[in-house]
């Protein structure tokens, strides 16, 4: 498939909202505006996902990430309305690299290692059960683009910092255990919950699994040349430098001061990387609001197996995105709406996949020329990524 494939972009100028956590956006108003744009040749995309900040927070002028704030997003674009998917984190992360609908055990965060027993599908293809990993036929990114030859790793802060909780690749507890790294400790601040890949035997269970999903610093040698930078790489900081915890156990102040200092330290590491200046593309964001936002966008339905609150309100609230990339014009502000599931959708357009769960519908659009529309030309001579 045509790495210059055609995708919709909706501009919606009725989701500007006053409100303090911003409007639900509906498919009536994405369609207001639909225009036709090619995706830029992409071929490493880089993903670091924060914890826990509402977009009237992070984005204020008395922010205390000004780092992301200010100085990323005048180097990029600005995703006003993009929103999480649901709450606490983990049904968050699943979505991101794979599609699919929250479980009443990933709404709380697994804090037991459960199989998910699947009694059933749904007609739009999500499975049907409970639980938190899921069995090898349920697909990821992952799995995609190593099926079509990509490359691509999780690096993951702490993981294995202290290998009595967990190994140091491929870190997870033991299945039907309960998860010892819901909490940090003064040694190892790394948690499973933040490591979407771990839920999921396609690719916990595969050889690659330790060679793939590996503690941060790797990420460092790894950006040494483009011929070593994976095509797509999901960075996950501790529960400390992603903003989770405030005060962090080991002193650190946490919250978007300490999430600020990290993405000061690895933001340049990954831009001044051969491969993120041939042809990459940064996304930062959050998981969730705060969970009294659970505002949605996009056409996003619970799906068959969450618990939903009496009022039916189940969304992740609106927590924004920076996004750079030599394709994006400096100072670029959206405000089509888009979620999680918009995420996966343009990764897997970028590489040329097909789109899995919830990345499926019509309603859920890939980042568009509101993002990309203005940015940098590339050269002729770039080919596509290899297949």
Same mark, same amino acid.
């Given at each position: 498939?045509?790495?210059?494939?055609?995708?919709?972009?909706?501009?919606?100028?009725?989701?500007?909202?006053?409100?303090?956590?911003?409007?639900?956006? #509906?498919?009536?108003?994405?369609?207001?505006?639909?225009?036709?744009?090619?995706?830029?040749? $992409?071929?490493?995309?880089?993903?670091?996902?924060?914890?826990?900040?509402?977009?009237?927070?992070?984005?204020?002028?008395?922010?205390?990430? #000004?780092?992301?704030?200010?100085?990323?997003?005048?180097?990029?674009?600005?995703?006003?309305?993009?929103?999480?998917?649901?709450?606490?984190?983990?049904?968050?992360?699943?979505?991101?690299?794979?599609?699919?609908?929250?479980?009443?055990? #990933?709404?709380?965060?697994?804090?037991?290692?459960?199989?998910?027993?699947?009694?059933?599908?749904?007609?739009?293809?999500?499975?049907?059960?409970?639980?938190?990993?899921?069995?090898?036929?349920?697909?990821?990114?992952?799995?995609?683009?190593?099926?079509? #030859?990509?490359?691509?790793?999780?690096?993951?802060?702490?993981?294995?910092?202290?290998?009595?909780?967990?190994?140091?690749?491929?870190?997870?507890?033991?299945?039907?255990?309960?998860?010892?790294?819901?909490?940090?400790?003064?040694?190892?601040?790394?948690?499973?919950?933040?490591?979407?890949?771990?839920?999921?035997?396609?690719?916990?269970?595969?050889?690659?699994?330790?060679?793939?999903?590996?503690?941060?610093?790797?990420?460092?040698?790894?950006?040494?040349?483009?011929?070593?930078?994976?095509?797509?790489?999901?960075?996950?900081?501790?529960?400390?430098?992603?903003?989770?915890?405030?005060?962090?156990?080991?002193?650190?102040?946490?919250?978007?001061?300490?999430?600020?200092?990290?993405?000061?330290?690895?933001?340049?590491?990954?831009?001044?990387?051969?491969?993120?200046?041939?042809?990459?593309?940064?996304? $930062?964001?959050?998981?969730?609001?705060?969970?009294?936002?659970?505002?949605?966008?996009?056409?996003?339905?619970?799906?068959?197996?969450?618990?939903?609150?009496?009022?039916?309100?189940?969304?992740?609230?609106?927590?924004?995105?920076?996004? $750079?990339?030599?394709?994006?014009?400096?100072?670029?502000?959206?405000?089509?709406?888009?979620n999680h599931y918009s995420l996966l959708k343009?990764?897997?357009?970028?590489?040329?996949?097909?789109?899995?769960?919830?990345?499926?519908?019509?309603?859920v659009t890939p980042f568009g020329d509101d993002?990309?529309?203005?940015?940098?030309?590339?050269?002729?001579?770039?080919?596509?990524?290899?297949?």
């Amino acid at each position: 498939m045509n790495l210059f494939r055609s995708h919709r972009a909706f501009a919606a100028a009725s989701v500007l909202s006053a409100a303090a956590f911003g409007s639900p956006c #509906t498919e009536s108003s994405q369609s207001a505006v639909n225009a036709v744009v090619a995706m830029p040749p $992409i071929k490493h995309v880089f993903v670091i996902v924060l914890e826990n900040q509402g977009f009237d927070t992070t984005f204020a002028p008395t922010t205390r990430a #000004t780092y992301l704030a200010d100085t990323l997003r005048k180097q990029g674009a600005l995703l006003r309305q993009y929103y999480g998917i649901g709450h606490f984190s983990l049904d968050n992360y699943i979505a991101m690299i794979s599609g699919m609908g929250a479980t009443a055990q #990933t709404q709380i965060d697994c804090p037991v290692f459960l199989d998910f027993v699947q009694t059933g599908t749904t007609s739009d293809g999500q499975p049907i059960g409970a639980g938190c990993v899921y069995p090898a036929s349920v697909k990821t990114i992952a799995n995609q683009l190593e099926a079509r #030859t990509y490359t691509w790793r999780g690096y993951m802060e702490d993981m294995g910092a202290d290998e009595t909780r967990e190994s140091s690749t491929c870190g997870h507890p033991t299945i039907g255990r309960p998860d010892s790294t819901e909490w940090a400790t003064p040694a190892d601040q790394y948690a499973t919950k933040h490591n979407p890949f771990m839920y999921f035997h396609s690719v916990i269970d595969s050889p690659s699994c330790k060679r793939r999903v590996v503690p941060l610093p790797a990420l460092s040698k790894d950006l040494e040349s483009a011929s070593t930078t994976p095509n797509f790489s999901f960075i996950t900081p501790s529960l400390c430098h992603d903003g989770h915890d405030r005060p962090c156990v080991n002193g650190e102040p946490g919250g978007l001061e300490s999430a600020n200092l990290f993405l000061k330290h690895w933001v340049p590491i990954i831009t001044e990387s051969q491969a993120f200046r041939d042809d990459g593309l940064l996304i $930062i964001t959050f998981d969730e609001a705060l969970s009294i936002d659970r505002s949605s966008c996009c056409g996003q339905v619970p799906g068959p197996n969450a618990r939903v609150a009496q009022d039916g309100m189940f969304g992740g609230g609106r927590i924004g995105a920076v996004l $750079i990339s030599r394709f994006i014009k400096p100072g670029t502000v959206s405000e089509v709406p888009y979620n999680h599931y918009s995420l996966l959708k343009s990764i897997e357009d970028i590489f040329g996949v097909d789109h899995l769960g919830y990345a499926r519908p019509r309603s859920v659009t890939p980042f568009g020329d509101d993002i990309f529309g203005s940015g940098s030309t590339p050269a002729s001579s770039k080919s596509p990524a290899p297949r």
